[in-house]
């Protein structure tokens, strides 16, 4: 069994520490950070936190995709990621202070031709297999490009993990993914409906699940989140106490909890209390949370079960 991550989007974050944000003046940092960023890359790093190794798929490009590459590569991740002969990965600078701040780059074009060089390398992946897909889609790319890689695996049983919004995660649902994880705001959207209280989030994750869906896990951000799970069951999670002080990969590193407590042989509860663990764990630092930041709070959510 091998786990596959798909970034469509790698970008490095440049992020800047500023108080006393002014426009339009001169402002200096007195704090700085480069980062490899993306959903996917975030899943992989959590992972490799649990002792899980992975692969990450995508393009780069230009001296900032090699700088990417070797970045991920020293946080242990296996790269294949595709080299583009046009563009550069894309710079992203993410500004803290009294508020956050971002502009993002719009990254480098990927062709018909890059496109065919990532279905040769999904050629290597076998039954029960992992794959995850998320996060947004270049403009370069088809909108149809989730569902078009699950039709291209269909003969093979592997088990998809989609964290994606609206049409993009809808469209994927005929093929059964292991595991989706809408927040509760986009689950109304799904069905343009307002969510309430839990007993409409039970009953539209319901919805998704007679759509194909396994595994349905609707965060709520500080109210939580809810697992309604292929088995026919609903549990309800709280959130461990702490001071939240990132909002970048807290729902990527959750999501690679739930892909960690699956593979270490938890029952569903065990494993949604992992992937609260690894959510908050990076809510609460700085930066993605570290084995240790992930068992100590591992320790919490296991009593907020409900």
């Known amino acids: 069994m091998m786990i596959y991550t798909v970034t469509f989007n790698p970008a490095l974050d440049y992020v800047i520490k500023v108080d006393h944000f002014a426009l339009g003046m001169t402002n200096r940092s007195h704090d700085e950070q480069l980062v ?91 039954d029960q297999d992992i794959l995850v897909l998320s ?89 939580g989140s809810i697992l309604v799970d292929e088995l026919g069951n609903v549990t309800r999670m709280g959130v461990p106490q702490g001071t939240v002080r990132n909002s970048v990969g807290a729902g990527d590193s959750m999501l690679a909890g739930f892909i960690g407590g699956y593979l270490k042989g938890y029952d569903y509860d065990q494993t949604l209390a992992l992937a609260t663990a690894c959510g908050s764990a990076t809510a609460f630092s700085d930066t993605l949370a570290s084995h240790d930041e992930i068992m100590t709070l591992f320790e919490k959510t296991q009593q907020l079960i409900k």
Request: net charge negative.
């Open 36 to 126: 490899c960023g993306g959903k996917g890359i975030n899943v992989s790093y959590i992972l490799r936190q649990l002792g899980f190794d992975s692969v990450a798929l995508g393009f780069v490009a230009g001296f900032t995709g090699k700088e990417f590459v070797q970045g991920i590569e020293k946080m242990g991740i296996t790269s294949q990621m595709i080299v583009l002969k046009q563009g550069m990965t894309r710079i992203n600078v993410k500004m803290k202070g009294e508020a956050e701040s971002e502009i993002n780059g719009s990254g480098p074009e990927i062709t018909a031709d890059d496109l065919k060089q990532l279905y040769v390398q999904l050629d290597q992946l076998q």
């Open 135 to 223: 996060g947004s889609i270049p403009a370069s790319l088809p909108n149809t490009i989730y569902q078009d890689i699950m039709a291209y695996l269909a003969d093979r049983d592997i088990l998809y993990v989609v964290d994606a919004t609206n049409d993009l995660l809808v469209n994927v649902l005929k093929y059964r993914p292991f595991l989706i994880k809408p927040n509760h705001h986009e689950l109304g959207e799904i069905f343009q409906v307002h969510i309430e209280n839990d007993e409409d989030i039970v009953f539209y994750a319901r919805k998704l699940q007679d759509k194909g869906a396994r595994n349905v896990l609707v965060s709520m951000a500080g109210d």
